[in-house]
């Protein structure tokens, strides 16, 4: 490979030589890390200059592929190559696409991202589909959060609207009513607490009880009021990609290549924050696993989760007990699907995702502590 300062050669059959075909083409690009390195082969990867850090983070990449998108009338004619980060070195037309991919990550509501987070959940709902009704009271509910805090959840994370595949809606002072009360406990007590939402009226309401953040499937979009309670809010916001509504959006969802369609979408909300005065620094994203997808988009967009630190900000995936695991195992109920939330858990840590939104905290706080001891520097 090329050290990273130099002038690599550009032959047809290149990494480079794609990229400038697929420039020329007048083709979207987009640029997935591969070869991710951890512990001290990343550090002495990047001082050789054979690899890029990774979000500013602890991780490095020596590999790319890129991915070159057509769009036609209903359809994307979508191609791929794969090479060394280095035949990429001194191309301008890289250059901001490659600085998403390494630049630092703010701390995000106050927390580092120097290892990845956990997101406890909290669901003060009947429905959900894991624990619907579990802590629909009051004092469960704390009880519940509080064993979260003490397991080593980082934030919590607390809803009062399932978003369940065929979930009906709830009433924004219904919402209100469940969520409050919990947010101003916990946030009275110093945690850092997200509210899981898509309605203004619910986020003004839980900012004013202490909430530190908004956690939106519809990325700000399912109330006209809600991009402007985040901008005027000042605080984080995580922008997921969901395909319709929670009571259609698993009626056969299609894409034309989910990867890429999510990331277009969430461009596309970063993009409007952006404009709405927020800054970027206060963004995070999340692709949405099992938000109108298939076993099969679930699968290629967890593939390509390190596609998405391309947008410049941290990366949340939740996939915690979610229907595909069991789809892909043997039909267990949610509250079985723990092995294979953690591997989830582990392949998202693996390529760089800042931020685990899970029900199992304990559990994934002690992978977590196996994945740092492998593959964090000083850790």
Known sequence: MAPMGMEPATSPGSLRGFCLSAERSGACLYLRPLGILGHDAAGRAVEAGTALPLAGGPLAFGMVEAIARTNGKGTADVRRAVGPVGDLAGWAAAADLLDA???????????????PAVMGI???????????????????????????????????DIGGESTRPGADPVPAEEEIR??????RHFAGHGAVVSIDTRHAAVMAAALEAGAAIINDVTALTGDPHSLGVAARSGVPVVLMHMRGEPRTMQQAPEYADAPTDVYAYLAERVAACLEAGMPAGDLCVDPGIGFGKTVEHNL???????LYHGLGVPLLIGLSRKRFIASLSRGEAPKDRMAGSLAGALAAFDQGAQILRVHDVAETCQARALWAGLHLRGK
């Not at 991919?101 to 290892?115: E, Q, V």
């Open 122 to 156: 909290v669901n003060v709902t009947p429905d959900s589909f894991s624990d619907g009704g579990d802590f629909l009271d009051h004092d469960r509910a704390v009880a519940q959060g509080t064993a979260l805090l003490e397991a080593g959840a980082d934030i919590l």
């Open 178 to 183: 469940r969520v409050v009360p919990v947010i």
């Open 300 to 306: 290629q967009i967890l593939r390509h989760a390190a």
């Open 101 to 115: 991919l390494c630049r630092s990550r703010a701390p995000f509501a106050g927390l580092m991202l120097d290892r």
